[in-house]
Each structure stands twice: as C-alpha cells, then as structure tokens.
C-alpha cells in the first residue's frame, strides 16, 4: 500500500510538471514568453513560434524520457528518501528547458529590438489591492478563515467528552496500511498532550498559516503590464477571487482531514478510508482548479474583455533572475504574481521573501538526512 501511494504520488506530480512546463507559455502571464516580457503585438511573430514548437519538441525528445526514467527508479526503490530526492529531481529537469529557452527568447528579444512600445510608463493602481468599491471585494478574507476554528473546537470537545473511553495506549502514528505503529499511553501530561493539545495546535497553526498565506496573496504587489489598464484591473480581480477561493477550499479540505483522523482515535475507526476517500478528494479538487486555473490564465490573461486603451507596456525583464526569481531590492512587497506559472512566489530581494524560499530546501534536506537514518 505504501508503495502504491509513493508511486501514485511521483506520477501525479509528474503528470502536473509535464502539463504546467509544456504549456509554459499558455499558463505564463501577460506579454511573457518563457520569461522574458515581450510586447503582446508580438507574440505570434513567426520566430516566436518557431521557438515553442522547438521547445516542445525537445521536451519530448529529451526531457519526459527522462521523467519516465526517475518514475521507474521510484517503482524499484520506494523508500521515502529516495522519492523526496527524486521529486525534487524532477522539479529541476522539468525547468531546465525553460531556462535554455529563456536565454534563447532574450537573445531573440535583442536582435529584434522588442525594448520598448510607444513611452514606457510604470502604473500603480491601489484599487487593485485595496478595493474601495464594496462590489470589487471579490475574495476570501482572513475573517473567513476563523470561522475554520470551530472544527478544531469540535474537535477538542470531542476528544475531552470520549477521552475516558479513549484506548489505552493509544495509536499516534500510522504507516500507509492505515495500521497503526506508534502508541502513547494515556496517563500524565504526554498523553494529554499527543491526545488533544498536538491535533489541535496543528489544525489551528493550518488554518493560521494559510490564512496568512491568502493574505499576503491578496495584497501581493499586482503586475500593472501587458494590456490595457482596466483590463488589467478586471482581469486580476477574477484572478485573485479564484485563487482565494480555490486555498480556502483546500484549508477546509486538510482541516476536515486532521479531524477525521483525530475522531479515528479517539472512536477506533479505520484511518486507512483518510487515504480511500479523504486524500483522493483534496486531489480531485486540486486537479479541478489546475483546469480552472489553465483557462483563466495566470493573472486573468485569457479573460478577454472590450478594450480600446493603448497597450500598456514596461520592460521589466531586469528584475526577473532567469526570467522565473524575481529579485528586487526596492520592491517592499514580499509576494508577487508568478511570472512562469499560476500563482504567487517571493521577492528574493526582501529578506522574508528569501527566507520563504530557503526554508523549504532546508526541509527536504533535514527530512532526506532523517529518512535515510532511519532507513525509511
């Protein structure tokens, strides 16, 4: 069972990593091609095409079997270890040809002479951010997300009324058969601790977490780019309500899910339905805002509406490290709108933003030298 799960994972985030960087460009923001800002009266000049279709070409020529290949080590040696090394294996090879074509589009970009569109302008419209109209309001604030406690209050209230009935000791680790394989007894603060402060404190420090992160999504600095100001405006506004929605959503999903589990302890449940029913969900419910999010576009871009302003155009390219790390040192803001892909990343130039970025390579280390001591 846990093999299955490993692999199924591997190839879930496979399947995403392939779909998001073959269509790299459908999935970038307005007026980006693999990274670099060109002005959107150029996007299908010919040599641009040319471009993408020898992308997508050589990632099918070199870059899946490739993938294939890390899919099939993971089905002969499926150790946790390795799955996480892979993973983070297969995040880096699906970029490289991003990368390659990057430098290929900014070479194109200086040949062509694709600088500049009529005067170049930066825009800032706090509207944007801080709608002062009541209607333009669209997404899921922080508020909302407290209402997310009552579950861990359910839960805790749950957990005291069955906590003489509780088993003694009582399972707090399961391996992927749902059979548990760690047990703590009830008596003394450790037991009261494992048994109702540790399930509460992690579905509350979730819900907090994410709120946040909706948060500084939210108020992430906008790209002002690409099109025309209230297109921009609207565009964004759409975006920023699906993506608000599509985290709270999510919140709720792995909230539910911890309670669950919790309820599995304290009434002898079965916990291996979380990995039958619970899992496959939030999964189903991540695929079905990837396609959303595909269609809209990142930042909105492929919802069209009536413009007649001049386009609004400002190269930016010198921000972009590689065309996908924005570094920018006179930029307050800690998020921004991702420029290859659908969502948010980090200002590496604010020293928050850099730590966001490091602290999950320091996890996956910490975790990969852990796993391997165990011989996990």
Same mark, same amino acid.
């Not at 997508?56 to 080590?73: A, E, M, S, T, V």
């Given at each position: 069972?846990?093999?299955?799960?490993?692999?199924?994972?591997?190839?879930?985030?496979?399947?995403?990593?392939?779909?998001?960087?073959?269509?790299?460009?459908?999935?970038?923001?307005?007026?980006?091609?693999?990274?670099?800002?060109?002005?959107?009266?150029?996007?299908?000049?010919?040599?641009?095409?040319?471009?993408?279709?020898?992308?997508?070409?050589? /990632? #099918? $020529?070199? *870059?899946?079997? %490739?993938? !294939?290949?890390? &899919? +099939?080590?993971? =089905?002969?040696?499926? @150790?946790?270890?390795? /799955? #996480? $090394?892979? *993973?983070?294996? %297969?995040? !880096?090879?699906? &970029? +490289?040809?991003? =990368?390659?074509?990057? @430098?290929?589009?900014?070479? #194109?970009?200086?040949?062509?002479?694709?600088?500049?569109?009529?005067?170049?302008?930066?825009?800032?419209?706090?509207?944007?951010?801080?709608?002062?109209?009541?209607?333009?309001?669209?997404?899921?604030?922080?508020?909302?997300?407290?209402?997310?406690?009552?579950?861990?209050?359910?839960?805790?209230?749950?957990?005291?009324?069955?906590?003489?009935?509780?088993?003694?000791?009582?399972?707090?680790?399961?391996?992927?058969?749902?059979?548990?394989?760690?047990?703590?007894?009830?008596?003394?603060?450790?037991?009261?601790?494992?048994?109702?402060?540790?399930?509460?404190?992690?579905?509350?420090?979730?819900?907090?977490?994410?709120?946040?992160?909706?948060?500084?999504?939210?108020?992430?600095?906008?790209?002002?780019?690409?099109?025309?100001?209230?297109?921009?405006?609207?565009?964004?506004?759409?975006?920023?309500?699906?993506?608000?929605?599509?985290?709270?959503?999510?919140?709720?999903?792995?909230?539910?899910?911890?309670?669950?589990?919790?309820?599995?302890?304290?009434?002898?449940?079965?916990?291996?339905?979380?990995?039958?029913?619970?899992?496959?969900?939030?999964?189903?419910?991540?695929?079905?805002?990837?396609?959303?999010?595909?269609?809209?576009?990142?930042?909105?871009?492929?919802?069209?509406?009536?413009?007649?302003?001049?386009?609004?155009?400002?190269?930016?390219?010198?921000?972009?490290?590689?065309?996908?790390?924005?570094?920018?040192?006179?930029?307050?803001?800690?998020?921004?709108?991702?420029?290859?892909?659908?969502?948010?990343?980090?200002?590496?130039?604010?020293?928050?933003?850099?730590?966001?970025?490091?602290?999950?390579?320091?996890?996956?280390?910490?975790?990969?030298?852990?796993?391997?001591?165990?011989?996990?």
């Amino acid at each position: 069972m846990e093999k299955i799960i490993i692999l199924g994972s591997a190839i879930f985030v496979s399947i995403i990593l392939v779909f998001s960087t073959i269509f790299v460009n459908k999935l970038s923001n307005n007026g980006i091609i693999f990274g670099v800002r060109v002005p959107k009266e150029y996007e299908k000049d010919k040599d641009i095409i040319n471009l993408e279709k020898e992308y997508k070409r050589n /990632y #099918l $020529l070199f *870059i899946l079997p %490739l993938i !294939i290949i890390i &899919n +099939i080590i993971l =089905f002969f040696n499926s @150790k946790i270890w390795v /799955y #996480l $090394l892979l *993973i983070f294996t %297969l995040i !880096i090879v699906s &970029n +490289i040809p991003i =990368f390659i074509y990057w @430098k290929k589009t900014m070479k #194109l970009k200086e040949e062509k002479g694709w600088k500049s569109l009529g005067k170049n302008v930066v825009l800032v419209d706090t509207t944007i951010r801080n709608p002062k109209i009541r209607e333009d309001n669209v997404v899921i604030r922080t508020r909302t997300y407290m209402l997310l406690l009552i579950i861990p209050l359910i839960t805790i209230i749950a957990t005291l009324i069955a906590y003489k009935n509780v088993p003694n000791p009582f399972p707090i680790h399961y391996n992927a058969e749902g059979i548990a394989d760690g047990f703590v007894k009830k008596e003394g603060f450790k037991g009261f601790f494992y048994l109702v402060i540790f399930p509460t404190l992690t579905q509350c420090g979730m819900i907090l977490f994410l709120a946040l992160t909706n948060k500084f999504a939210i108020n992430g600095k906008v790209d002002i780019n690409s099109g025309t100001l209230e297109e921009i405006k609207k565009q964004r506004r759409v975006f920023k309500k699906v993506n608000s929605i599509m985290l709270f959503v999510i919140t709720l999903e792995i909230v539910l899910m911890f309670a669950f589990i919790q309820f599995c302890t304290i009434y002898s449940w079965n916990v291996s339905i979380v990995n039958i029913i619970a899992l496959p969900i939030i999964i189903i419910t991540i695929i079905i805002f990837l396609i959303i999010g595909y269609k809209i576009g990142q930042g909105g871009k492929n919802i069209k509406f009536n413009k007649e302003e001049k386009e609004i155009y400002r190269d930016d390219d010198k921000n972009w490290i590689l065309g996908n790390f924005y570094y920018n040192k006179n930029d307050p803001s800690i998020f921004i709108e991702k420029r290859i892909g659908i969502g948010w990343e980090v200002n590496l130039g604010n020293p928050i933003g850099l730590i966001l970025m490091v602290l999950p390579f320091i996890l996956i280390i910490v975790l990969v030298i852990y796993f391997i001591i165990k011989g996990i």
